[in-house]
């Protein structure tokens, strides 16, 4: 049972401060799409163009937070859904640092992606769909999981035994089928800047 006697503490450094220190304004990059669909390669890619820019950012793996902070939960609908309200905290204790946050998580369900968006602040939330194609993502299939999951040996896998669900209103979308890497970089840099604050120092 929760304890009533947990109470918020304010800091003394205020968001206005942080983002004068770090000279760009926070945002956490939500990255949502099918395994395969090249989420983890954009996401490191995006954080070394950013930090060459000057901007702080840093990124959180689905299989990386799933080593450590998300090593209890599983792949049900319900652990699904505390993977990503349990990341979500910490994107936005992260960006109250003053971060730029880039998340690569398949995340299915477009509700725990709005809790999400709640959780951060729709202020801060980029949703980014990266729209590989199913038939895309088995070629690139490097751990064999979609054969596996075809042949019933892993369950509850996404696009497989285990449903999709695509935003319907993303801030960008992304087929890595139709733009290399470096021309994904591009995409979601520009996106950025369009929606924080950048000093003239940066970017």
């Known amino acids: 049972m929760k304890s009533k006697n947990i109470v918020w503490q304010d800091g003394h450094i205020t968001r206005e401060t942080r983002q004068d220190f770090f000279g760009h304004s926070a945002a956490t990059l939500w990255m949502t799409g099918l395994s395969g669909a090249g989420k983890s390669t954009l996401a490191f890619a995006t954080e070394s163009r950013l930090l060459s820019m000057g901007i702080a950012c840093f ?35 992260m960006n109250e640092a003053g971060l730029i946050v880039v998340t690569s998580f398949i995340s299915p369900y477009r509700e725990d992606r709005e809790l999400a968006r709640t959780i951060i602040g729709a202020d801060r939330f980029l949703e980014v769909h990266m729209a590989t194609p199913l038939e895309v993502c088995e070629q690139r299939d490097v751990k064999g999981l979609y054969q596996r999951a075809r042949s019933g040996e892993v369950k509850e896998f996404t696009g497989i035994n ?18 290399d890497i470096n021309s994904s970089v591009d995409m979601l840099v520009e996106m950025l800047k369009s929606n924080i604050a950048i000093s003239n120092q940066q970017g």
Not at 166 to 175: H, W
């Open 59 to 93: 990124v959180l793996d689905g299989d990386n937070v799933r080593h450590g902070l998300n090593r209890d939960l599983g792949f049900s609908p319900e652990d699904r859904s505390e993977n990503i309200r349990r990341v979500a905290e910490v994107a936005r204790l």
């Open 162 to 179: 285990s449903p999709y669900e695509p935003p319907l209103d993303p801030a960008l979308t992304v087929n890595t089928q139709q733009y």
